[in-house]
């Protein structure tokens, strides 16, 4: 079973207007990180947002929010008021519980390619 | 603040041929990390370094596949024999410490087997 699940692979939204990317995760330990990067065509990978699963508030930075849903195993990013710069791929992560030895790397989803439309 | 840095930007080269990737993370972050992003995919973790102790390398095809962070700073990796699946491109990603909320990435490097 995939532990990140991205359902749209592309989405077309007008200028200005609010874009909910979905993603939903696997897991069933209880501690648990996730993120959101963006990937512009230039194929740096870039950190957006973050939620860990003991934040009792939905994280948010700027123009992103995260809706986070525990019990529906939910992590949508939620981008207002977009802009033709915000075309990009999208990509929803999940870092383990410890598992002891320091290992934390990040498995992704396969992403969501937004297209911002003037 | 300088970004994380790898060179080079785009390998071209033929099966069975070696190729080696280079990383320089962000100043002071001890962890770093190798990603492997196959077209239409997201990046798949390869390989872990805490200083330059090997924290995590499950999913390194270790036949082919090398990589090392002798001075605890920067890293190479290496495959050798290449395939035509190796295609993909090679992120590296470095964070302060381990258990760090974020992890910044380098721009790639975008590997074609021919």
């Known amino acids: 079973a995939q532990k990140i699940t991205q359902t749209q692979p592309g989405m077309f939204v007008q200028e200005k207007e609010a874009v909910t990317l979905d993603c939903t995760y696997d897991?069933?330990?209880?501690?648990?990180?996730l993120f959101w990067y963006k990937q512009p065509s230039s194929g740096e990978m870039i950190f957006l947002i973050y939620?860990?699963?003991?934040?009792?508030q939905n994280a948010t930075e700027g123009r992103y929010s995260l809706n986070f849903q525990k019990a529906r195993k939910s992590a949508n990013l939620v981008i207002s008021a977009s802009q033709l710069g915000d075309s990009a791929m999208y990509f929803c992560?999940?870092?383990?519980?410890?598992?002891?030895?320091?290992?934390?790397?990040?498995?992704f989803g396969k992403g969501t390619h937004l297209i911002i439309q003037p | 603040e300088a970004g994380v840095a790898q060179s080079p930007r785009y390998k071209i080269i033929e099966k069975r041929q070696s190729v080696a990737f280079w990383c320089n993370p962000i100043?002071?972050?001890?962890?770093l990390y190798w990603y492997q992003q196959i077209l239409g995919q997201g990046p798949k973790l390869l390989i872990q370094?805490?200083?330059?102790?090997?924290?995590?390398d499950s999913q390194l095809p270790k036949d082919r596949f090398s990589a090392e962070r002798l001075k605890g700073v920067d890293s190479t990796l290496k495959i050798q024999p290449a395939k035509l699946e190796d295609s993909a491109v090679y992120l590296c990603?470095?964070?302060?410490?381990?258990?760090?909320?974020?992890?910044?990435f380098g721009p790639g490097t975008r590997l074609l087997v021919l």
């Open positions: 990603a470095s964070s302060l410490a381990s258990r760090e909320e974020t992890q910044y």
């Open positions: 897991t069933s330990d209880p501690s648990y990180g």
């Open positions: 939620q860990g699963s003991y934040d009792q």
């Open positions: 992560a999940m870092r383990e519980p410890y598992s002891g030895g320091g290992a934390d790397g990040l498995t």
């Open positions: 100043s002071g972050h001890a962890t």
């Open positions: 370094f805490q200083n330059n102790g090997v924290v995590d």
